[in-house]
């Protein structure tokens, strides 16, 4: 199944509009175009509703946040949700300063089709207590957030992905009470979290999986993360330090196969059927 998204993917080649991180535009256009989508870094508050509505996806991402672009966001969730397109709230260091955290609380309320953070920051986002972050960095487990992502999948009805050592992928059931869908991913390297932008990109891939095939969100998203684990798997192999293991990866979202993911990403799927 995942390596069938993948295929779909390159054919396709999704346009991704990206409101994210100034310290990592080049870097995630370069992800985006390696991987097999376009990416367009239209994030004026002039423009992005309007981008919004032609885009397959759209990355917001609250790296680097100034006044015109919380407005720019604003714009271009208010446009993705005139068209009906999927997208994405990468919440950067939710949790920390209180106007970054109060932003993301509010325009979560606007139904992205998923979320990707780091524990602490999906638990800052649903409201748990005892969890911290330290910038961009979690200080809490993955597993710890289990129930933060199930509360915030219910409440907004993303998919809520939170990434680790194993990613942990949350849908929540529906009002039949089929229980909420979690998948675990184990794939990846250490060395992507010693590269500034694998996590920025990879919310971009997932923009760029949900835009290209909606029918099953959370199987995109989940698709999303084997591609940026698996590139991860590759480029270690030839990559032993963090400058060179950048390109590799670049390199290896390129030249990944759907028969890679499916070797190298380890998933593990049941249904919590607990209230």
């Known amino acids: ?138 200080t809490d487990e993955v597993g710890s957030a289990l129930p933060a992502a199930r509360d915030l999948a219910r409440a907004t009805g993303a998919v809520v992905a939170v990434s680790g050592p194993r990613d942990l992928i949350v849908s929540a059931g529906g009002a039949d009470a089929t229980g909420d869908r979690i998948t675990w991913l184990a794939s990846g390297d250490p060395l992507m979290q010693r590269v500034v932008g694998t996590g920025c990109a990879l919310g971009a891939l997932t923009a760029a999986y949900l835009g290209a095939e909606q029918t099953d969100p959370h199987a995109a998203v989940v698709a999303a993360h084997a591609h940026a684990g698996a590139a991860g798997q590759v480029a270690r192999r030839t990559a032993s330090a963090p400058g060179s293991f950048a390109v590799a990866w670049l390199d290896a979202l390129f030249t990944v196969t759907g028969d890679d993911l499916d070797e190298l990403a380890q998933t593990e799927e049941t249904v919590d059927r607990a209230l």
């Open 1 to 138: 199944m995942t390596a069938t998204r993948l295929d779909h993917l390159r054919r396709t080649t999704p346009l991704v509009q990206c409101l994210t991180n100034t310290v990592v535009t080049q870097f995630t256009a370069n992800a985006l175009l390696a991987a097999g989508a376009s990416p367009a870094m239209v994030d004026t508050p002039e423009e992005a509703a309007e981008f919004a509505r032609v885009a397959d996806g759209v990355l917001v991402n609250l790296g680097t946040p100034t006044a015109a672009g919380y407005t720019a966001m604003r714009e271009a969730v208010r446009g993705a949700g005139d068209a009906g397109h999927p997208w994405v709230l990468d919440p950067v260091a939710c949790g920390g300063p209180a106007a970054r955290s109060a932003f993301a609380a509010d325009i979560v309320r606007h139904r992205p089709a998923a979320v990707r953070g780091n524990p602490s920051e999906i638990r800052a986002l649903a409201g748990a207590t005892g969890g911290a972050g330290r910038g961009v960095d979690a």
